[in-house]
């Protein structure tokens, strides 16, 4: 798919009730402090209707180095998953630093063959970027099962949790554009317009990353994209450069609008005396470009996410502070081509 200026979407079929999803560790390893969200995130799953089931490799004690796994096991264990017809989504069990090692093993020809949501964020960000960019599959960039469903979840109130668990239901379940996503006050306008196109984003570090890798995203996919990043950790002036990054490859240039998520332990942040904010970093480098710009979603490190499915089609107003899906991420199960 290399190459077309006009994706043509794969979109998972819709789940229904009952329907087998699979925690797997995609990335790093599971903690003994972390076996108890786990478990959170089992109940949270069957709550929405589904069966839960956890990959062997997610088990506490086992890694290789700041891995669950080997590479090639880890990718052996996620094409295993993508061939069983029984499973109908894989959840990340969390984020890291592994998914540079095995974008090569990855059986893109079982994704075809039959498209399932992958759920993650994080270094799972790099997953939805590659097979965006090899299959046209929608990413689901969502909450994971240790620092989600099973952590971030648990803190907010109930009335909060029963409105994400709709939504995420919504989003996997239904054939019908989600709409808007409920805002809160924490969003900002750092730069005023309108926008629409497709949704395309991730860690930003990953974007930066992985356009430098044959499994980049084609540049004119970006023509007209609704750009969504966050980052957590690292300094300010490595946003910055990022954003530089971003910008001498030319997506800064084709873009129509930019979504950013709520930083997280960003060192230089939380000193504005010494050092830029992060809508000041963000508007130095995209200059005079006539992008609107909506700051401080709830989506990436810093608490539950609101899903963002890449490649699906949104609306941007960042002065009214909305964010809205166009259009489903699953297909009916009547629907045998892709979107």
């Known amino acids: 798919m290399a190459g077309s200026a006009s994706p043509q979407l794969l979109r998972p079929r819709a789940l229904r009730p009952g329907d087998l999803v699979v925690i797997a560790s995609l990335s790093g390893s599971l903690p003994?402090?972390?076996?108890r969200n786990v478990d959170q995130a089992v109940v949270v799953l069957e709550r929405m209707g589904f069966r839960v089931r956890r990959a062997p490799l997610l088990q506490v004690g086992r890694h290789r180095?700041?891995?669950?796994?080997?590479?090639?096991?880890?990718?052996?264990?996620?094409?295993?998953?993508l061939r069983d017809p029984e499973v109908r989504a894989i959840i990340a069990s969390d984020g890291g630093q592994t998914a540079f090692g095995y974008l090569d093993l990855i059986d893109v020809e079982a994704i075809r063959a039959d498209p399932k949501p992958i759920l993650g964020y994080s270094d799972i960000s790099l997953l939805h970027?590659?097979?965006?960019?090899?299959?046209?599959?929608?990413?689901?960039?969502?909450?994971?099962?240790?620092?989600?469903?099973?952590?971030?979840?648990?803190?907010?109130?109930?009335?909060?949790?029963?409105?994400?668990?709709?939504?995420?239901?919504?989003?996997?379940?239904?054939?019908?554009?989600?709409?808007?996503?409920?805002?809160?006050?924490?969003?900002?306008?750092?730069?005023?317009?309108?926008?629409?196109?497709?949704?395309?984003?991730?860690?930003?570090?990953?974007?930066?990353?992985?356009?430098?890798?044959?499994?980049?995203?084609?540049?004119?996919?970006?023509?007209?994209?609704?750009?969504?990043?966050?980052?957590?950790?690292?300094?300010?002036?490595?946003?910055?450069?990022?954003?530089?990054?971003?910008?001498?490859?030319?997506?800064l240039d084709r873009i129509s609008g930019m979504v950013v998520g709520v930083?997280?332990?960003?060192?230089?942040?939380d000193s504005p005396e010494a050092s830029p904010t992060l809508s000041e970093i963000v508007l130095d480098v995209i200059g005079d470009r006539d992008i609107p710009v909506l700051g401080n979603v709830e989506f990436g490190h810093a608490g539950p996410n609101l899903p963002m499915p890449v490649g699906i089609r949104v609306g941007l107003d960042a002065q009214q502070g909305t964010l809205s899906l166009l259009e489903p991420a699953v297909r009916s199960h009547a629907m045998t081509e892709t979107d």
């Open 32 to 35: 003994a402090a972390y076996e």
């Open 65 to 81: 180095w700041w891995s669950a796994a080997t590479p090639a096991e880890i990718a052996a264990e996620l094409n295993g998953l």
């Open 129 to 251: 970027l590659v097979l965006y960019a090899r299959t046209g599959l929608v990413g689901f960039h969502a909450d994971m099962a240790v620092p989600g469903f099973g952590g971030h979840w648990q803190a907010v109130p109930a009335t909060r949790q029963a409105e994400l668990e709709n939504l995420y239901a919504r989003l996997l379940t239904g054939t019908e554009a989600i709409g808007a996503l409920p805002a809160s006050l924490s969003w900002e306008c750092w730069r005023a317009g309108r926008a629409e196109g497709r949704l395309i984003g991730g860690v930003i570090n990953r974007i930066a990353l992985v356009q430098a890798t044959r499994f980049a995203v084609p540049l004119e996919w970006f023509d007209g994209a609704v750009l969504f990043w966050e980052e957590m950790g690292g300094q300010a002036s490595y946003v910055w450069s990022y954003l530089q990054v971003l910008r001498h490859c030319g997506i």
């Open 263 to 269: 930083p997280r332990e960003i060192a230089g942040l």
